[in-house]
């Protein structure tokens, strides 16, 4: 089983909670937006402890490290079987200045050309309810855990 952990950012905005999530780069995500979105996460190493792993992933994908008093929120069980662990944490960043680190593939398919995209192409606060919206499917419940009156 795959495992993942992440940091749900949130701060409070003008029109109540807000929420911090990013939008994947490279080439199947670029004209995706509704769905698309997602907590900075990514796989837990192999003996990691899963907080420093989502403290990790989110220093990878933003360029910026996060501190302040983690909320540990129930597992989420994505499709495929992996699991999200993540943690919620009052915390304000500026979305517009972001630094994700890269990752390479093969694009176009089959062209035998290797290409590097960012692993993060954006970032941006989202009040809860547009949350709902933009993030992918599978990790609505952390948002519902951390804002019940998004239900």
Not at 87 to 92: I, L, N, S
Not at 111 to 124: N, T, Y
């Amino acid at each position: 089983m795959k495992r993942s952990a992440g940091i749900l950012a949130w701060r409070r905005g003008a029109d109540g909670l807000e929420v911090f999530l990013v939008h994947p780069g490279g080439p199947f995500w670029k004209n995706k937006d509704d769905g698309a979105w997602s907590i900075p996460k990514g796989e837990i190493g192999p003996d990691e402890n899963p907080l420093r792993a989502a403290l990790r992933e989110f220093q990878e994908e933003i360029g910026q490290t996060i501190d302040g008093d983690f909320t540990p929120l129930d597992p989420v069980t994505i499709s495929g079987g992996k699991v999200i662990e993540a943690w919620a944490v009052e915390h304000d960043l500026d979305a517009s200045t972001i630094i994700s680190n890269s990752f390479e593939i093969e694009w176009p398919p089959r062209s035998g050309k290797r290409q590097s995209f960012p692993e993060v192409d954006r970032a941006a606060w989202f009040p809860s309810p547009l949350a709902l919206r933009k993030i992918t499917p599978g990790q609505v419940p952390a948002l519902v855990d951390i804002d019940p009156e998004t239900n």
